[in-house]
């Protein structure tokens, strides 16, 4: 079946050669990685808690110049598959990404995925060979909802002549899966396993860090594909990921004002310092070499009573002798994010309220950010 009926989930080609194929390779690469399918149960019976990111949206960007359209937009490689190793084909795989200004600062973070072409057995060789060589490229932006339409204005504007479809996806729906009982991330990236592979259409690794777990593209259910699947409360999510140090969205990375490298970029596997040019490359660039980012983007935990409607973003943080420590961006009841100097985050801090009132604010280093850091 065609890539583009693929990723719509298209009903055609479902029960052909490709797709049986597909299935079969896809519970082969599950059993390859210690997974028990005694009643479709996963290894340790691990319990899946299944959130509906309903403030995610996707854009399908294909054509056949879609991967250069993009590589000179974006921070990142592209997510192209692996090589197949004749028996299996390449598994769906994503990256992370932000789309910058001309002044090097972020306009979208996103999540980029590519689903494997469709392949057919090779009688002469035995192997499996792509069903249409010439088939065009297509990838899947993930993107904040609130900014669906501004970046495919972005897009447009910069697409000029290519050869470059771009177009919504209502039909799929984002699920993040985390672990109920989080072991270690290789532990839980095992435990995932698709009760019913024909309704879902990417499952892949949250290419970010192993701890924001899997993400799911389906038309389905989340919970219903998933063995162990539950569903989960939004507001879990959001705390686990700010508790990570993750930020998503227009909220935690304002367009125009975050800057990639402060915003951990880096950290989140979301930039390449080899690839070619991109908008906004020169000032990403300049502060990689460089080697100074005095401020980034730290989880904080708030103490004491928080005034109503929470903390405004953009809130000075000060420390206990009054100096500004940085800002808070954005957050969730007593956790969230702030962007604070490096070597101010392990004195006493605090945000001051109305009425003469003060927050105590605790930053955290998370253990999945390199050691150089800590």
């Given at each position: 079946?065609?890539?583009?009926?693929?990723?719509?989930?298209?009903a055609?080609?479902?029960?052909?050669l490709?797709?049986?194929w597909?299935l079969?390779?896809v519970?082969?690469?599950?059993?390859a990685?210690?997974?028990s399918?005694?009643?479709?149960?996963?290894?340790g019976?691990?319990?899946?808690?299944?959130?509906?990111?309903?403030?995610?949206?996707?854009?399908?960007?294909?054509g056949?110049?879609?991967?250069?359209?993009?590589l000179g937009?974006?921070?990142?490689?592209?997510?192209?598959?692996?090589?197949?190793?004749?028996?299996?084909?390449?598994?769906?795989?994503?990256?992370?990404?932000h789309?910058l200004?001309?002044?090097?600062?972020?306009?979208?973070d996103?999540?980029?995925y590519r689903?494997?072409?469709?392949?057919?057995?090779d009688?002469a060789?035995?192997?499996?060979?792509?069903?249409?060589p010439?088939?065009?490229?297509a990838?899947?932006?993930?993107?904040?909802?609130?900014?669906?339409?501004?970046?495919q204005k972005?897009?447009a504007l910069?697409?000029i002549?290519r050869?470059?479809?771009?177009?919504?996806?209502?039909?799929?729906?984002?699920?993040?899966?985390l672990?109920?009982?989080?072991?270690?991330?290789e532990?839980?990236?095992?435990?995932?396993?698709?009760q019913?592979?024909?309704?879902?259409?990417i499952?892949?690794?949250?290419p970010?860090?192993?701890?924001?777990?899997w993400?799911?593209?389906?038309?389905?259910?989340?919970?219903?594909?998933?063995?162990g699947g539950?569903?989960g409360?939004?507001?879990?999510?959001?705390?686990?990921?700010?508790?990570?140090?993750?930020?998503e969205?227009v909220?935690?990375?304002?367009p125009?004002?975050?800057?990639?490298?402060?915003?951990?970029?880096?950290?989140?596997?979301g930039?390449?310092?080899?690839?070619?040019?991109?908008?906004?490359?020169?000032?990403?660039?300049?502060?990689?070499?460089m080697?100074?980012?005095?401020?980034?983007?730290?989880?904080?935990?708030l103490?004491?009573?928080?005034?109503v409607?929470?903390?405004?973003?953009s809130?000075?943080v000060?420390?206990?002798?009054?100096q500004?420590?940085?800002?808070?961006?954005a957050?969730?009841?007593?956790v969230?994010?702030?962007?604070?100097?490096s070597?101010?985050?392990?004195s006493p801090?605090?945000?001051?309220?109305?009425?003469?009132?003060?927050?105590?604010?605790t930053?955290?280093?998370?253990?999945?950010w390199?050691?150089?850091?800590?």
């Open positions: 079946m065609a890539a583009a009926a693929f990723l719509r989930g298209a055609p080609g479902r029960g052909g490709a797709w049986r597909r079969r390779a519970l082969k690469h599950r059993l990685h210690g997974l399918r005694q009643g479709d149960k996963p290894a019976d691990t319990a899946w808690a299944c959130f509906p990111l309903g403030e995610r949206a996707l854009v399908r960007v294909r056949p110049e879609s991967a250069p359209f993009l937009l974006l921070t990142n490689e592209l997510p192209f598959p692996g090589p197949a190793d004749g028996a299996a084909p390449p598994p769906a795989s994503a990256g992370y990404a789309f200004n001309v002044q090097g600062r972020t306009l979208y996103v999540i980029l689903a494997p072409c469709s392949c057919v057995l009688a060789s035995s192997l499996r060979v792509p069903e249409h010439d088939q065009a490229p990838f899947l932006l993930e993107c904040d909802s609130s900014v669906l339409g501004a970046l972005h897009l910069h697409k002549r050869k470059v479809t771009v177009e919504l996806c209502p039909e799929l729906c984002v699920w993040a899966l672990p109920h009982s989080p072991g270690s991330p532990e839980a990236g095992r435990a995932v396993l698709l019913e592979q024909e309704g879902a259409t499952l892949t690794r949250d970010r860090t192993a701890r924001m777990g993400r799911l593209l389906a038309q389905d259910e989340g919970p219903a594909l998933v063995s539950r569903l409360d939004l507001q879990d999510y959001h705390r686990h990921r700010y508790l990570q140090g993750v930020p969205g909220h935690d990375l304002p125009g004002v975050a800057l990639p490298l402060e915003s951990n970029l880096a950290f989140m596997n930039v390449s310092f080899t690839k070619g040019c991109y908008i906004g490359q020169e000032l990403t660039a300049r502060t990689h070499h080697g100074v980012i005095r401020k980034r983007l730290f989880p904080v935990q103490l004491g009573p928080l005034p409607g929470g903390i405004a973003p809130t000075t000060f420390t206990e002798s009054g500004a420590a940085g800002k808070y961006r957050g969730q009841g007593d969230g994010l702030a962007l604070l100097h070597e101010k985050i392990k801090l605090h945000i001051r309220t109305a009425g003469s009132g003060r927050v105590t604010l930053a955290s280093v998370p253990d999945w390199p050691t150089t850091i800590k």
